[in-house]
């Protein structure tokens, strides 16, 4: 009797052991119906284990035996140094993520303040658009903002005036 045409393939999938759990069921269910597909998983069966026990499969010489397992821990030692350099930084102690933190909010801070200088309009634009009353106003707000600088020039004048009246005396 000949088998299904359309269980051809789970035919060969469960006889190389390849079948999912899943469509198992439904093919088991079909095997105890159909004679067909039944005495073919047999002849199949029977037709693999005569091959594996005909043909034994190639022994490799010592050096190549040698040469393959040496290759095989290779890629292994690689594989594992990869794996480890990703578990390294992951796992190592978190020092990277208050530091990375700070430069964050650094970078965060100085770009807030170019952004606010940037915005904020210079005293030189706005003194030809304001009224003379402004602008006398304006020029105080620089006096009083470069005070330090103001005093630091009385002391070098005074400075001046000693030494100056040093050298005539």
Known sequence: MKPCPNHQETLWLDVYGELDPIKR???ERHLK???GCRE???RLLGLLDLVR???????LSPKKAS???WSIKRGLREQRANARWWKGLLSMPNRFIPALAAVSL???ALGWFAVSKVQSPSSIQNLADLKSEEQVMVKDLEVIDNLDFLEEMDTLRKLVQVVDNRDII
């Open 25 to 27: 069921s439904a093919w």
């Open 33 to 35: 119906t159909c004679t």
């Open 40 to 42: 073919e998983r047999q």
């Open 53 to 59: 026990d005909e043909m034994a499969p190639p022994q």
């Open 67 to 69: 040469a393959l397992s």
């Open 106 to 108: 650094l970078i965060v």
